[in-house]
């Protein structure tokens, strides 16, 4: 069965960039049936999906979040990546990758599976 | 914008049945999903579109849909339950997720 784990930094300075990668294991993340994505919860909050990316290279992003975003993947390595640049406090948060299924057609489905999460907290 | 409407808290007492709404204006074209998280834990998906239920889920876990609005119905509540339910779907369009603000369950 599949599992992901995140790493991240923990604690950034604003106006830096956030860098995380999510490494899996137990399978290949190189299947047409997922998206690569990744969502945050704020402390005390609910949950806001940052975006989700296929491995053929269709990638779909929370319009309010699309300007600083990036997310990548290296099937070599079996992972995939975030970036989120010009950080400010808003930005602390929990941070989730997942994969989320999909059909032939590349709907957006169920996040079906997630990585424990990791923290990042944004400093001025 | 589209958006996805769940109430803040819901509370029950164990034994009875939980009904958590969900209300978006793109739900009759999309699929809906849910959630549940229990403190310091990852979400874990309990319902496939609108009324599927995953393997190893509960049966006791069911959903529904009708219109602009998705149910989800937790029969016969135990303490365990107590959690956070989010729903989950897409814009009209299918190009963005949406999640509800999440329904805090408490069990009384």
């Known amino acids: 069965q599949l599992q992901l784990q995140e790493s991240g930094p923990g604690l950034v300075k604003a106006s830096e960039t956030l860098s995380f990668t999510c490494t899996a294991s137990?399978?290949?993340?190189?299947?047409?049936?997922?998206?690569w994505g990744w969502i945050r919860q704020p402390p005390g909050k609910g949950l806001e999906w940052i975006g989700s990316?296929?491995?053929?290279?269709?990638?779909f992003y929370n319009p309010s979040l699309k300007s600083r975003v990036t997310i990548f993947g290296d099937t070599s390595k079996n992972q995939f990546s975030l970036k989120l640049t010009s950080v400010t406090a808003a930005d602390t948060a929990v941070y989730y990758c997942?994969?989320?299924?999909?059909?032939?057609?590349?709907?957006?489905?169920?996040?079906?599976?997630w990585g424990q999460g990791t923290m990042v907290t944004v400093s001025s | 914008s589209d958006e996805l409407t769940q109430p803040p808290s819901v509370s029950v007492s164990a034994g009875q049945t939980a009904r958590i709404t969900c209300s978006g204006d793109?739900?009759?074209?999309?699929?809906a999903y849910w959630y549940q998280q229990k403190p310091g834990q990852a979400p874990v998906v309990i319902i496939y579109?609108?009324?599927e239920r995953p393997s190893g889920i509960p049966e006791r876990f069911s959903g529904s849909s009708s219109g602009t609005t998705v149910t989800l119905t937790i029969s016969g509540v135990q303490a365990e339950d107590e959690a956070d339910y989010y729903c989950?779907?897409?814009?009209?369009?299918?190009?963005?997720?949406?999640f509800g603000g999440g329904t805090k369950l408490t069990v009384l």
């Open positions: 997942v994969l989320q299924a999909t059909d032939d057609r590349l709907r957006l489905e169920a996040f079906d599976i």
């Open positions: 137990g399978g290949s993340i190189r299947s047409r049936s997922y998206f």
């Open positions: 990316v296929h491995y053929s290279g269709n990638a």
């Open positions: 793109a739900l009759p074209k999309q699929f």
């Open positions: 579109k609108d009324s």
């Open positions: 989950q779907s897409a814009d009209s369009s299918g190009t963005y997720v949406i």
